[in-house]
């Protein structure tokens, strides 16, 4: 009879246990994000910058595709769609010679491989930003002056931007490095909502082409007016 009454009280246990790594694993389960995000896109050093060359970047995506729309003063608007499931996306230019859309495949990949010069450190404890509760990270670059914070959401995937796949969630704030320096992006609006499906679709007057039938017809163009 004892016997029989600790056997009950371990299997409760047990249950207890397993209820409580069920609940903690769908409480940490990922869900699809929806909707549109507005970035700020700033210089990171602004001693050699003026308040106009801050930039917008929009994030369109309905889980499947995404639309990305960036807007700087030198080049206007540019546009990126890409299918992450199918690894392939589309950069619409608007040019002298006509509407392109320059196709990319992602599932070819780089035969040399680079290491990264990025190191990730978590940090405990959460920052709002844009209305949500961010997870930190200090990321370190050499081309850093110091140490940056990101911030990203957990609870959503990082598939959306493309970028960190070290982050273990949809990036808020982040930086990367360019050519002409290092620049910061910050969340300022994030909206849940359906997109309208014409954003995801490749216009009918723009011509696909591959990147080097682009430079092809780039060069064409030149000979033919000299």
């Known amino acids: 009879m004892i016997h029989y009454k600790e056997n009950s009280l371990i299997l409760l246990a047990m249950c207890f246990i397993l209820i409580s790594i069920l609940n903690l694993s769908l409480a940490q389960k990922k869900t699809s994000f929806i909707g549109m995000l507005e970035y700020e896109i700033t210089p990171a050093d602004t001693s050699k910058n003026n308040v106009s060359a801050i930039t917008k970047m ?13 807007f700087t003063n030198q ?3 540019q546009v990126a769609i890409r299918h992450m499931e199918k690894q ?19 599932s070819i990949s780089d035969s040399i491989k680079k290491e990264s010069q990025y190191v990730f450190k978590k940090k405990w404890f959460k920052r709002k930003i844009a209305g949500e509760k961010a997870n930190r990270m200090i990321v ?12 990203y959401l957990k609870k959503k995937p990082n598939k959306y931007l493309n970028i960190y796949t070290e982050i273990p969630g949809l990036l ?7 050519a002409d320096g290092i620049l910061d992006y910050k969340l300022v609006n994030f909206k849940e909502y359906i997109p309208n499906k014409d954003l995801f679709g ?16 780039m060069i064409k163009a030149k000979e033919e007016a000299q």
């Open 58 to 70: 929009f994030v369109y995506t309905n889980d499947t595709i995404t639309r990305t729309e960036n």
């Open 75 to 77: 080049l206007g608007q």
């Open 88 to 106: 392939k996306s589309y950069l619409l230019l608007i040019t002298d010679l006509g509407k392109f859309a320059l196709k990319t495949d992602h």
């Open 140 to 151: 370190y670059h050499p081309d850093f002056k110091e140490p940056i914070e990101f911030l």
């Open 172 to 178: 808020l704030k982040y930086s990367i490095v360019t």
């Open 202 to 217: 490749i216009p009918s007057d723009f011509y696909r082409i591959t990147f080097d039938e682009f430079i092809g017809e």
